[in-house]
């Protein structure tokens, strides 16, 4: 069945430090999402990449979705204490269903 | 303008009871959608409700059921609760429901402890 897998699934990191976060769909995707939730909080959209090998940046955050529109990928550089947090991708199919990764839980050590 | 609003937050039940969540979108969505979300699970989709009909359905259960009103307003339904149905049960709105524009907008769900 579809599956949208994310890795790692904890992160912890030096402030400071870099941090990624893979998905990979077994199916081609029509787009992605990505979502941030804070603990004890509730996911709240970054982004959605829709075209084949795009790049998007939000200040430290930069997302990419694969050529072959299976996989994506979020970095953040130079992580800070506000980063903290679980982020999701969510891949959309072509028969308009959503799939959520498991989700990378980030820890940043001040 | 207001965000989605989900009723009640919390709520504890024993094992055979039944739930009813409440789902309020942002004024103007049409589109409710309903996740579980549990540690070892993630956010797992239940259903969507676009324009009071059900579009889209999860892995989930006949146990688990939705409806939407002519107000966009969502409730979902657990049936016969089970320990296992303990997580946070969360809704989202968007304007044209999950497609290219399907942005999610998450209220702060209901958290539901089964005893």
């Known amino acids: 069945g579809q599956q949208v897998m994310q890795i790692p699934q904890y992160q912890h990191v030096q402030e400071g430090e870099d941090f990624t976060t893979y998905c990979n769909s077994s199916t081609t995707l029509s787009n992605i999402q990505w979502y941030k939730q804070r603990p004890g909080g509730h996911p709240v959209f970054l982004i959605q990449?829709?075209?084949?090998?795009e790049v998007k940046k939000q200040k430290r955050l930069t997302f990419q979705f694969g050529e072959a529109k299976k996989n994506s990928s979020l970095h953040i550089t130079a992580t800070q204490t506000t980063d903290v947090g679980t982020y999701f991708c969510a891949g959309l199919t072509g028969a308009n269903n959503l799939f959520f990764g498991t989700g990378t839980r980030l820890t940043v050590i001040p | 303008k207001a965000g989605v609003t989900q009723t009640p937050r919390y709520l504890i039940k024993t094992r055979g009871q039944q739930v009813t969540l409440s789902c309020s979108p942002i004024s103007g969505h049409r589109s409710v959608s309903w996740y579980q979300q549990t540690p070892g699970q993630g956010l797992q989709f239940l259903f969507e409700y676009f324009s009071e009909t059900q579009r889209n359905k999860g892995n989930f259960p006949g146990r688990f059921s939705g409806r939407q009103f002519s107000n966009s307003r969502s409730e979902m339904n657990v049936s016969t609760l089970e320990l296992g149905d303990s997580a946070l049960y969360l809704c989202a709105s968007s304007l044209m429901g999950q497609g290219p524009t399907g942005e999610l907008f998450f209220g702060e769900g209901s958290r539901l402890t089964v005893l």
């Open positions: 990449l829709v075209k084949s090998g």
